[in-house]
């Protein structure tokens, strides 16, 4: 699977981004869709996933409230809506799939995102968050 993520940009704080990350796949369908960030240096942080086989998500408590993640099946793109942006949001982004198979298809975004091993990921695209 090769993926495609755009949207980064400048932004001022309080200030909204919209991530995407199309897959060059004929379907979706049983996926887990993860963005993660990685901020000059920190560790790389999960910040959200989506599970396509049940449909939950997962937010990192930074960005709880904040960020929404949603699909949209026509397009094979997921999205990554970044709304009241912080400086401390500043981070490269980047979205990574794993197909979910078996059991796999029973966990939840979360379980995915901290337990499963993404094995396709995109090439990432800053984001600035500054005055």
């Known amino acids: 699977v090769q993926l495609q993520a755009s949207g980064g940009g400048l932004v001022q704080p309080g200030g909204s981004l919209r991530l995407s990350c199309t897959a060059s796949?004929?379907?979706?369908?049983?996926?887990?869709i993860g963005w993660f960030r990685q901020a000059p240096g920190k560790e790389r942080e999960g910040v959200s996933c989506i599970s396509t086989s049940d449909g939950s998500t997962y937010y990192a408590d930074s960005v709880k409230g904040r960020f929404t993640v949603a699909r949209d099946n026509a397009m094979n793109t997921v999205y990554l809506q970044m709304n009241s942006l912080k400086p401390e949001d500043t981070a490269v982004y980047y979205c990574?799939?794993?197909?979910?198979?078996?059991?796999?298809?029973?966990?939840?975004?979360?379980?995915?995102?901290?337990?499963?091993?993404?094995?396709?990921w995109g090439q990432g695209t800053l984001v600035t968050v500054s005055s």
């Open positions: 796949v004929f379907t979706l369908d049983y996926y887990g």
């Open positions: 990574a799939t794993v197909r979910l198979d078996g059991s796999m298809r029973y966990y939840t975004a979360g379980d995915i995102i901290h337990n499963v091993r993404f094995t396709s």
